[in-house]
């Protein structure tokens, strides 16, 4: 099995795994993954993208330690004598297989860095660290080699598909990287880290635009960026279009792909159009039954779609589906199915059999840890159901849609003003209900100050700014009342550092996003909050690219 056979071989695998033949694509890159680089990080990549559970998780991680075996047999050999040679002479010429072994090894680490995670040791996180910081350090070295090769080497396929190979490397590193708060690229800094946004996603394109084995998943990188990243961990600004054509030609070449499919959906909802987006993660669903993951990301998509519109029938079926089937963040998944119920009415809840009051209680016992340490998220969850674990239990206030905020999904709601609209008179029937209760709880602050933050986020979207302020407004002279929910008056401020900037003040909202980045600490969801503060200052043209310098202050807007 030569280079160019290889390569060859593994395209045919990666249309399989695109046209939905998942099975087909193993067996065809499994007799030779002992003895074939790319057919050995063919097979891993899939059986890792397959693993459902811990069994399938430890298959996985067996066949990548196969696979970084496999890879090894192909690098480079660095003797004494040889290394020395080299520093005296200068020498980096590696041959074409060793500089394609170095690549494949270098994604094979990433991919065992990512399953280390899920173990929950310390050892896990250590190990899982220093296999990112190997993989990086080899995407540096082969850019180099890339760089320094003459022109008639670097006009060959191979080289090509070499070069493909470290422009996704680099550019996802430094696009991953981009993403993280100044105060941890400072200290990622001193052990070699970098990131620049715009260089990693020109990296990604070109990755995407070319004609190489690579470049499908450059391409699915970038719309994993466009359509989650950037939401997520983002201002909520998602560039739609942008998405749209980098996803055309895939749809174009593999129209029935689950991935191209859910993708497609997934840019439907971001436009506002739910209905055809709910139409199309059904469609991606009966499309393939092999990668089950798709499913549970289509439920997850659906749920929402659901709660956007209220159904809040048809969104518990969904998250139930969730609870039932998917093995990832268990806890999570079980507060947001009592989130949505919640929402019901007592009639509704009991033609479903479930015990609201018990579902609450069952979350903190199914708690996961990746890398050792709790997930945001699960943490979130944990503290605002630990309500319903006293004698009497006291129940949360319009739940599910705090938690469509924490996922940023306003901003997604926010582009139909009927469904704003519908919500902003569930908060104000919640608000209601406080005002009238004739036996406030101790939770009764927190949750009024929720539901004027919630109230405020709806306003603001309808551009009905002035009162969106006064409910942002109200929160903040609040603040010495609240007991548990410490997030809302940072979460707040941000909201209103965000207003004032719609309205043209940009002094004003840099104070306030100054006053939640700096003032406030040890508050749940802490950590989103600085990423999506670090993505208003990132959408500032950086003076200096270079992470360890301070960016001005004033830089948000």
Not at 98 to 126: G, R
Request: glycine share 6%; proline share 3%.
């Amino acid at each position: 099995m030569d280079l160019h056979s290889a390569i060859k071989e593994t395209q045919c695998a990666i249309d399989l795994v695109l046209n939905n033949k998942f099975s087909e694509a193993l067996d065809l890159l499994q007799p030779w993954r002992r003895d074939s680089m790319y057919h050995a990080l063919g097979y891993s990549t899939i059986r890792v993208m397959m693993a459902n559970d811990h069994g399938e998780l430890q298959v996985a991680m067996a066949t990548l330690n196969d696979a970084l075996d496999t890879c090894q047999r192909f690098r480079k050999t660095h003797s004494i004598f040889g290394s020395l040679f080299s520093i005296v002479f200068k020498q980096l010429n590696p041959q074409e297989e060793e500089m394609h072994a170095e690549i494949c090894y270098a994604e094979c680490l990433l991919l065992k860095a990512v399953l280390t995670f899920h173990d929950e040791n310390v050892i896990s996180l250590i190990k899982g660290g220093l296999n990112i910081r190997r993989s990086y350090g080899i995407f540096q070295d082969c850019q180099k080699v890339m760089n320094s090769s003459e022109d008639k080497v670097s006009s060959s396929d191979l080289f090509r598909q070499f070069e493909g190979g470290v422009k996704l490397g680099i550019g996802s590193f430094n696009l991953m990287l981009s993403l993280l708060p100044h105060r941890i690229l400072r200290l990622l800094a001193f052990i070699g880290y970098s990131g620049n946004r715009d260089f990693g996603l020109s990296q990604l394109r070109e990755v995407a635009s070319s004609c190489t084995l690579r470049s499908e998943l450059g391409t699915l990188t970038l719309l994993l960026y466009h359509t989650y990243t950037n939401l997520i961990m983002g201002t909520g600004e998602v560039d739609v279009a942008g998405a749209d054509a980098l996803l055309e030609p895939l749809h174009q070449k593999y129209p029935n792909s689950s991935m191209s499919l859910f993708f497609s959906a997934r840019i439907s909802a971001l436009k506002g159009n739910f209905e055809k987006a709910m139409s199309g993660y059904e469609e991606c669903i009966g499309s393939q039954q092999e990668l089950i993951q798709i499913h549970h990301m289509c439920y997850w998509e659906l749920m929402w779609c659901r709660s956007y519109q209220q159904n809040w029938t048809q969104a518990y079926r969904y998250a139930d589906l969730l609870c039932k089937e998917s093995k990832m963040s268990k806890a999570m998944h079980v507060y947001q199915k009592a989130a949505i119920l919640s929402m019901m009415s007592e009639d509704e809840v009991a033609e479903t059999g479930e015990n609201l009051v018990e579902l609450f209680r069952q979350v903190e016992g199914l708690k996961q840890c990746v890398a050792g340490k709790s997930i945001p998220a699960e943490k979130f969850a944990i503290r605002k159901s630990r309500r319903y674990n006293a004698t009497k239990p006291v129940r949360l206030v319009i739940p599910a849609l705090e938690i469509m905020y924490m996922w940023n999904s306003f901003d997604i709601l926010g582009k139909r003003a009927d469904f704003t609209e519908a919500l902003l008179v569930t908060v104000e029937k919640a608000e209601e209900t406080l005002c009238s209760d004739p036996d406030p709880s101790e939770f009764h602050a927190d949750d009024s100050c929720l539901v004027q933050m919630l109230k405020g986020v709806c306003l603001k979207h309808l551009d009905r700014l002035p009162q969106a302020e006064l409910c942002f407004t109200q929160v903040l002279s609040s603040e010495h009342r609240i007991r548990y929910d410490h997030y809302l008056v940072p979460f707040t401020l941000f909201e209103l550092s965000l207003l004032c900037k719609q309205r043209g003040d940009v002094t004003e909202a840099t104070a306030h996003m100054e006053k939640a980045k700096g003032k406030y600490k040890h508050y749940s969801m802490e950590d989103r909050l600085h990423f999506r503060i670090h993505a208003c200052n990132a959408q500032q043209p950086q003076v200096n690219e270079s992470p360890a310098s301070t960016p001005p202050s004033s830089g948000y807007f």
